[in-house]
């Protein structure tokens, strides 16, 4: 259903039941799927790919080109999944010639004034909070939550099921499964609460615990870390993500926190 204030572009792909509000844009080349609201003022360029069942809240822009001088008016995509949320004034910049597309997987919450620069992936089930930022190319794990007003580096790696405390400033990779806070930001522990939550067994907690302590709380080099990893605990998928994590931090994981929490 289309207001008649709002104007859609004759080349975009909208599914019959979407809603799109009053004052709202929406350009050529955007497809958007079934079910889903686009809400007044909204902006949406060439080049947004929105699934089914989402939400876009007044404000918001999506698939505007790259904040990057390098761009050259290449075609790319922003590519949202389904059953997502952005909220209000939320910002969304497509890809470039790096990777093509900028990406928001399923089931996502993007609060009030974020932003996703160019070439971002974001995964499944991801809440990011209000206000915060993302350089270009940051990847964000399944299932990790990042606090608001922190700001991420480009080309940051947050591995899944990661929790990331509010104001926080990300210079360094942060691996799968842990807490984040302190400045330099710093590991805290596990994100046990949000795995308890999602199904993990007290005895998969235990072990992703045991593992980080080898990692962070007893004084070896990430070299020795991985090495006494890999000969004293048993391979399971977790770990085996955990290792690999860390082999292709291209960055350098975030250290250990070493004063009182």
């Not at 060439?46 to 989402?54: D, P, T, V, W, Y």
């Not at 922190?150 to 104001?167: E, L, P, R, T, Y």
């Not at 710093?186 to 939550?197: A, E, K």
Request: hydrophobic content about 40%.
């Amino acid at each position: 259903m289309n207001q008649p204030l709002a104007y859609v572009h004759p080349g975009a792909k909208i599914a019959k039941n979407v809603v799109i509000e009053p004052f709202t844009t929406i350009n050529n080349n955007v497809v958007i799927g079934e079910g889903t609201w686009i809400g007044s003022n909204v902006t949406i360029m060439e080049g947004a790919r929105i699934g089914k069942n989402c939400n876009i809240f007044p404000g918001a822009v999506i698939s505007a080109i790259p904040q990057d001088l390098k761009f050259g008016g290449e075609e790319s995509l922003a590519v949202i999944g389904d059953n997502t949320t952005i909220r209000e004034c939320v910002t969304v910049n497509r890809g470039t010639v790096a990777s093509g597309q900028t990406v928001i997987g399923n089931n996502c919450l993007i609060m009030a004034a974020a932003h996703i620069a160019h070439d971002c992936v974001i995964g499944n089930n991801v809440i990011i909070v209000n206000g915060v930022l993302l350089g270009g190319h940051v990847n964000i794990g399944n299932h990790a939550i990042i606090g608001g007003l922190s700001a991420i580096h480009q080309f940051i790696q947050v591995g899944d099921h990661a929790m990331i405390s509010g104001g926080s400033l990300l210079r360094k990779d942060v691996p799968p499964y842990t807490k984040a806070a302190k400045e330099p930001l710093s590991y805290v522990g596990i994100n046990s609460v949000g795995l308890r939550r999602r199904g993990f067994t007290s005895e998969k907690i235990r072990e992703i615990q045991n593992i980080y302590r080898i990692l962070y709380q007893k004084n070896y080099n990430t070299t020795q870390a991985i090495g006494i990893i890999e000969a004293e605990m048993e391979a399971t998928p977790e770990r085996d993500e955990i290792l690999m994590f860390i082999r292709n931090s291209s960055r350098g994981i975030m250290k250990g926190y070493t004063g009182s929490y």
